[in-house]
């Protein structure tokens, strides 16, 4: 069974601290998608990694890919309240399989 | 461009009854692909439909089904519910499918079992 370890499930910190989210996988993936899902909604994208070693910025998020395709990690600088919510990692196999991470619950503090 | 639209936002049944969630995509994307999500499991892939067939299942049993109309429009049908049934299920559009594709999704239909 293909697995996508998420983690930490469970992070609380203060506004202003920095933390970082990781996925990884003994399998190689063609692809891997970050989303953000806030409560009584559903998952909204925040980016697609693709090449090994990739690394990606959207504002305060670095997002990376690892080297082998098996991992990657989702690192945010100065948290904000508005950055709470559940973070799911999603990669696809090179079969087209499907895999998710378990989630991430993020609470920024004010 | 309006949104996915997922409909009932909630609802309750009782073991043993069917229900039958909507699911409306964004317009011109093909691909209708539904999810489980439970605290404990964390987001499950049902399956996928694409131009009224369905391409991509995921390990939920028969009593899971669903079907695409011609307008992509998707339905999901749960029969002989049971109380592990109680999730919220998400259905997500996209142009070309669920591997490599952003996925766009609905907010959810709360689907309690009592």
């Known amino acids: 069974t293909q697995l996508l370890e998420q983690s930490p499930q469970f992070l609380s910190i203060q506004e202003g601290e920095n933390l970082t989210v990781y996925c990884n996988s003994s399998?190689?993936?063609?692809?891997l998608q970050w989303y953000r899902q806030e409560p009584g909604e559903g998952p909204v994208l925040l980016v697609t990694?693709?090449?090994?070693?990739e690394v990606k910025k959207l504002k305060r998020l670095t997002f990376q890919f690892g080297d082998a395709r098996k991992d990657s990690s989702l690192h945010i600088t100065a948290a904000q309240p508005g950055d709470t919510g559940l973070y799911l990692c999603?990669?696809?196999?090179?079969?087209?399989?499907?895999?998710f991470g378990q989630g991430t619950t993020l609470q920024v503090k004010p | 461009k309006a949104g996915v639209t997922q409909t009932p936002r909630y609802l309750i049944k009782t073991r043993g009854q069917q229900v039958t969630l909507s699911c409306s995509p964004i317009?011109?994307?093909?691909?209708v692909s539904w999810y489980q999500q439970t605290p404990g499991q964390g987001l499950q892939f049902l399956f996928e439909?694409?131009?009224?067939?369905?391409?991509n299942k995921g390990n939920f049993p028969g009593r899971f089904s669903g079907r695409q109309f011609s307008n992509s429009r998707s339905e999901m049908n749960v029969s002989t519910l049971e109380l592990g049934d109680s999730a919220l299920y998400l259905c997500?559009?996209?142009?070309?499918?669920?591997?490599?594709?952003?996925?766009?999704f609905g907010d959810g239909t709360r689907l309690s079992i009592l």
């Open positions: 997500a559009s996209s142009q070309q499918g669920v591997s490599n594709q952003p996925q766009h």
């Open positions: 399998s190689v993936f063609s692809s």
């Open positions: 990694v693709v090449t090994g070693g």
């Open positions: 999603w990669g696809s196999s090179n079969t087209g399989k499907l895999i």
């Open positions: 317009s011109g994307h093909r691909s």
């Open positions: 439909y694409f131009s009224e067939t369905q391409r």
